[in-house]
T-cell receptor, first 114, second 113 residues
Framework: DVKVTQSSRYLVKRTGEKVFLECVQD?????MFWYRQDPGLGLRLIYF???????EKGDIPEGYSVSREKKERFSLILESASTNQTSMYLC?????????????FGDGTRLSIL | SQKIEQNSEALNIQEGKTATLTCNYT??????LQWYRQDPGRGPVFLLL?????KEKRKERLKVTFDTTLKQSLFHITASQPADSATYLCALDLTGTASKLTFGTGTRLQVTL
């Protein structure tokens, strides 16, 4: 089974801090994704990557950056955390072979910015 | 703009009945549609994928239909069980590249005894 592991289940940080969220997948997937999930808004794509060192903006990239130095690891960075970035963050991966591939999710990091 | 609509109100259903969840979309003709299940505090889990040229797809007690004319997918759970209680999300590929998905907000299903 595909396993997507997010480094922390819960994280509390202060406004202005630089925050790193880490995600690792063990299935050699080409594609990796970062979403945030908020009540009433659903899952919204922040950034995705279809190869090492490649990244593309999703629907809400402002205030975030990403890093993919190795195929199995995709990091989300909050450059200067703000309270409106308090949310559940979900990482996902999928194979790049063919279209319509399902995404495999981690269990999320619930981030609180105080 | 693209819009995916799922009923935001929870669906309450008695055990043994068939649950039917709806996913409507506008302004797009997706090549396929996916359904996911999400339990509280967990990430979504993939359930089924249906392509535009498929009218219906089944997997055990699950059935998905895809009507590209109505721009609607229906997700059915037959003989529902309390363990089926969860939030169900539909997702569409709006770009056709890199399996990038846009998710609906989900419908919460509660199956009671």
């Amino acid at each position: 089974d595909v396993k997507v592991t997010q480094s922390s289940r819960y994280l509390v940080k202060r406004t202005g801090e630089k925050v790193f969220l880490e995600c690792v997948q063990d299935m050699d997937h080409e594609n990796m994704f970062w979403y945030r999930q908020d009540p009433g808004l659903g899952l919204r794509l922040i950034y995705f990557s279809y190869d090492v060192k490649m990244k593309e903006k999703g629907d809400i990239p402002e205030g975030y950056s990403v890093s993919r130095e190795k195929k199995e690891r995709f990091s989300l960075i909050l450059e200067s955390a703000s309270t409106n970035q308090t949310s559940m963050y979900l990482c996902a991966s999928s194979t790049g072979t063919g279209k319509a591939q399902p995404q495999h999710f981690g269990d999320g990091t619930r981030l609180s910015i105080l | 703009s693209q819009k995916i609509e799922q009923n935001s109100e929870a669906l309450n259903i008695q055990e043994g009945k068939t649950a039917t969840l709806t996913c409507n979309y506008t302004n797009y003709s997706p090549a396929y549609l996916q359904w996911y299940r999400q339990d509280p505090g967990r990430g979504p889990v993939f359930l089924l994928l249906i392509r535009e040229n498929e009218k219906e797809k089944r997997k055990e007690r699950l059935k998905v239909t895809f009507d590209t004319t109505l721009k609607q997918s229906l997700f059915h759970i037959t003989a529902s069980q309390p363990a089926d209680s969860a939030t169900y999300l539909c997702a569409l590929d709006l770009t056709g590249t890199a399996s990038k998905l846009t998710f609906g907000t989900g419908t919460r299903l509660q199956v009671t005894l």
